[in-house]
């Protein structure tokens, strides 16, 4: 059995689970997500805990079963807590700023590249070089920052672009000199 499926996710206070059908409607201090589950998949609410079983031990059912157990803790760290990936620029001339909602960075392209956000992320720097991706939906979250990371990534000569904190670049090293 998934030994990640099989563990129960304790609901923290203020966060309210309805199960109707094959639909999951978490709520929470910071919003409201819902996930449609598998067939085979059955998700029940017992007291202050979720458990996620399935109905067989097909291949698809046992991929299934942990995934949606992972989703569901997702969904209710998101709508207690809420997630946040940051990113540093690193560059020369590199800076990010806010115009409204929408994030401006400058990237050494003839044009700054601006960010508009989708609905429930919020973008925020943190000085020039910092920006942070905060939400409710882990997925959405990290598919921000990776669209982002994606405008300018680092490149291994120098390091210079987008990374996320605490990413190692791993550096090549130049042209050799002499004949």
Not at 13 to 24: A, H, L, R, S, T
Not at 42 to 64: C, M, P, Q, Y
């Amino acid at each position: 059995m998934s030994r990640i499926g099989r563990k129960p996710i304790p609901l923290p206070k203020g966060v309210d689970v309805k199960i109707e059908g094959k639909e999951v409607t978490v709520k929470g201090a910071k919003g409201s997500l819902k996930f449609g589950v598998l067939p085979d998949i059955s998700v029940e609410l017992d007291g202050e805990i979720i458990v996620v079983t399935r109905a067989n031990d097909e291949k698809r059912n046992r991929a299934a079963h942990g995934m949606t157990r992972a989703i569901l803790n997702n969904m209710v760290v998101g709508v207690s807590q809420g997630f946040e990936r940051a990113l540093e620029i690193i560059g020369v001339g590199y800076r990010a700023q806010m115009q409204g909602k929408n994030l401006v960075l400058a990237l050494g392209f003839s044009h700054p590249v601006e960010v508009e956000p989708p609905a429930g992320i919020e973008l925020a720097i943190d000085g020039p070089t910092k920006v942070i991706v905060r939400g409710i939906d882990r997925q959405l979250v990290g598919q921000v920052a990776a669209n982002i990371r994606g405008y300018r990534p680092p490149e291994p000569y120098k390091g210079k672009g987008i990374r996320y904190v605490g990413e190692y670049v791993i550096r090549k090293a130049g042209k050799a000199g002499g004949k």
